[in-house]
């Protein structure tokens, strides 16, 4: 939150703070300054701040899902920026790539980063690492049975970068997630096997006629 903060993405035009920038780099801020204990947290360094903004998103979709149960509503879908929610059976179709794309069953959430989105041009994906702005911006897609987890498991994919593909994976227990930046992919079994190319549809028509 205070690199993102610092890089003025907060602000209509960013303007970056590179003091500031380098002064929270060099306080080597993680995970491990943060104290939870139910649901409260307490920061051990004075400028350690959070941003939510991913799973804000994700739990606003997941509470809109859950009022809308209660209201008798049977099948929808909710969308905002990069994350898509689902309610009942609707039909719901997401694109991977041009190649390819993924159908979501009853009930699942997605989030996807794309590297060609136009929607997000500043995307203000901070690797905490290095205070730069994560680039190139890989192609990251998770599935999950709640909004809230697949928008924070879609960040963490998006800003680890692929050497900790396999950690994140295994530690945030994700079944269905995928990672691409140009030729390079990474995707877990069970998402791979959902996945339906252009040549699985032509193959389907063949078969039909």
Request: proline share 5%.
């Amino acid at each position: 939150g205070a690199m993102r903060q610092a890089w003025g993405y907060y602000q209509a035009t960013p303007n970056p703070d590179l003091k500031k920038i380098n002064s929270l780099l060099k306080q080597e801020l993680s995970m491990q300054d943060i104290e939870i204990e139910g649901i409260r947290g307490r920061g051990r360094k004075t400028q350690l701040q959070l941003d939510f903004d991913l799973l804000a998103i994700g739990y606003a979709i997941d509470s809109q899902l859950e009022h809308l149960v209660e209201l008798g509503v049977e099948q929808a879908v909710l969308r905002i920026g990069p994350i898509t929610g689902s309610l009942g059976t609707v039909a719901q179709t997401i694109v991977i790539n041009d190649r390819s794309h993924v159908d979501l069953e009853p009930g699942e959430a997605i989030c996807q980063f794309s590297a060609s989105d136009s929607r997000f041009p500043q995307h203000g994906r901070i690797d905490p690492r290095s205070g730069w702005p994560v680039k190139p911006i890989p192609t990251v897609t998770v599935i999950h049975g709640d909004a809230r987890t697949a928008s924070v498991a879609c960040a963490a994919l998006l800003v680890a970068g692929e050497d900790e593909w396999d950690s994140l994976v295994q530690n945030m227990g994700l079944t269905y997630a995928r990672w691409q930046r140009g030729d390079r992919e990474y995707i877990t079994p069970a998402l791979g096997a959902r996945v339906v190319t252009a040549a699985d549809t032509k193959a389907g028509k063949k078969r039909k006629n």
